[in-house]
């Protein structure tokens, strides 16, 4: 079992910034890809920003410009630095892991919200 602990969410102004943080418990390993999603309330869960073993990024469309998703694999870390934010960023922020073929882990989430 793989455990996944978000942090650094909280309450920002429109136009702010925050910095999520991922900490897996075992090492990144090739092959494995980090994302994050969202969900608003109310709204299906999304993808927001994922990242693959290699370092390839991709983002939804909302966000780019935005928002950046990096790695630490040294700290089994994964972060998602948002930027320019909005009311519509507003959601509980989720960090998944999937292992290609085996399974796929949640973190139990952390909550942003932009409001002034």
């Known amino acids: 079992q793989v455990q996944l602990v978000e942090s650094g969410g909280g309450l920002v102004q429109p136009g702010g910034s925050l910095r999520l943080s991922c900490a897996a418990s075992?090492?990144?390993?090739?092959?494995?890809?980090m994302a994050w999603y969202r969900q608003a309330p109310g709204k299906t869960r999304e993808l927001v920003a994922g990242?693959?073993?290699?370092?390839?990024?991709n983002y939804v469309d909302s966000v780019k410009g935005r928002f950046t998703i990096s790695s630490d694999n040294v700290k089994n870390t994964v972060y998602l630095q948002m930027n320019s934010l909005k009311p519509e960023d507003t959601g509980v922020y989720y960090c998944?892991?999937?292992?290609?073929?085996?399974?796929?882990?949640w973190g139990q989430g952390t909550q942003v919200t932009v409001s002034s």
């Open positions: 990242i693959t073993s290699g370092g390839t990024t």
């Open positions: 998944k892991l999937s292992v290609p073929g085996v399974s796929h882990y």
């Open positions: 075992r090492t990144i390993f090739s092959g494995d890809f």
